[in-house]
């Protein structure tokens, strides 16, 4: 293959050079050159003009949303479960804000049922994604087809899309997130997320691990490839990263103080995904293992649970601290290995093989190395995630 996979280059080849996230994992320093655009000299950024995050925030639903403008029906894309928990109170704050709410069901994380929502749309002033990642990823992509305005309102804090401008859905051509539009307000309730299964905010935690390896992907794009790389949004996404990690306890008891500290950093690395234009900041070759998992394993785990274990792979590659990954998904209660999930060696050992070909115009560390099944069962073993 002509490459060490340890190292992370080719034989002989000096080290890349230093970029940030070498302070928080020291095996190996970087110098690059900043804030290099290389060919694309403009990019377009995408953010939310309001986000809300604060205790009880469900029951002022209606009062938050009148702060952007005479809206007077809203479409809510929600879960039959979570609408039975939390539907009464924002129905009664809807309603006594003089909006008129109407319900629909997010079936499936689909395009073709986020296209249903988007025919729906007729006479509403804007949609309303209420619960985990399905109903705010559809609702989000049907506000974006049909023009309307969108307001994000996790109940669980599970992945980093509450505040991005990126929906993941089945149906696309291919596995992994499209860009669409931001939410015009994030209102994120403290007290209703603190409430959800512990796994959900351990998968977020996951998701925000990814940062590290992420951005590394990132400017090896620009060194090797001339890519367009933001020092700003890359810094912003690490931020989000440093902050979970050094609060994984509070995160951990899910006490409400940790759950904000959560919930805030995935916001922010949302943000980071705006300002960039693209989910870059947030999404390298451990997304990409990710998603060839999806393909290879479908319903196996949530999406930053095996994006968690897939950050200690892609850390070993880049020559980072793949230890100190592995101890902060142990402190919060985060699955470290794919058996965990359901998922055998052979398919995790597919999937870092396959992860090059899910996305081949996103150059990260994986396409500069391409491990073949041997090697990749070697890496699997030595970091011991099977």
């Known amino acids: 293959m002509g490459y060490n996979i340890r190292a992370g280059c080719r034989p002989g080849e000096a080290p890349p050079a230093r970029w940030p996230g070498a302070s928080l994992f020291p095996d190996r320093t970087i110098t690059a050159p900043v804030g290099s655009v290389g060919d694309a000299g403009r990019h377009l950024m995408r953010l939310p003009e ?92 049907a506000a974006h087809v049909s023009g309307a305005w969108f307001i994000s309102a996790p109940t669980s804090a599970a992945h980093d899309g509450i505040a991005s401008p990126m929906a993941s859905l089945k149906g696309s051509d291919a596995p992994y997130s499209e860009m669409t539009s931001p939410p015009r307000a ?20 996951g998701d925000l691990l990814a940062k590290i390896t992420a951005t590394r992907d990132w400017k090896l794009a620009n060194l090797e490839r001339g890519e367009y790389y933001g020092e700003y949004a890359a810094h912003l996404a690490l931020l989000s990263a440093r902050v979970v990690i050094n609060n994984r306890k509070r995160i951990g008891r899910m006490s409400e103080d940790g759950v904000r500290v959560l919930v805030e950093a995935l916001i922010s690395a949302g943000v980071a995904a705006g300002i960039a234009g693209s989910s870059r ?19 196996k785990g949530l999406h930053g649970e095996k994006v968690g274990i897939a950050t200690i792979v892609a850390a070993k590659l880049h020559g980072l601290n793949w230890m100190r990954i ?61």
């Open 50 to 141: 309001r986000v809300v995050v604060g205790e009880e925030l469900l029951g002022r639903m209606g009062e938050e949303i009148r702060e952007l403008g005479d809206i007077r029906r809203a479409l809510v894309v929600t879960g039959p479960n979570v609408w039975r928990i939390f539907g009464g109170s924002v129905e009664r704050s809807l309603e006594g804000s003089g909006i008129k709410p109407t319900v629909t069901f997010a079936n499936a994380a689909t395009k073709e049922e986020a296209l249903r929502i988007a025919g729906a749309r007729g006479g509403f002033d804007l949609i309303i994604g209420l619960g985990g990642g399905r109903p705010i990823d559809v609702a989000k992509y």
């Open 326 to 386: 592995r101890k902060a998904l142990e402190d919060v209660g985060a699955p470290t290995t794919f058996h965990e999930l359901g998922i055998s060696r052979d398919q995790a050992c597919r999937a870092i093989v396959m992860a090059p070909s899910v996305r081949p115009d996103r150059y990260t560390i994986i396409h500069k190395l391409r491990p073949d099944y041997d090697q990749a069962c070697s890496l699997v073993d030595e970091l011991e995630v099977a």
């Open 186 to 205: 994030v209102i994120a309730d403290i007290s209703a997320i603190a409430s959800s299964p512990p796994n959900l905010s351990r998968s977020g935690f």
């Open 281 to 299: 900041p947030c999404s390298g070759s451990e997304h990409l293992i990710s998603h060839a998992l999806d393909l290879i394993s479908p319903g």
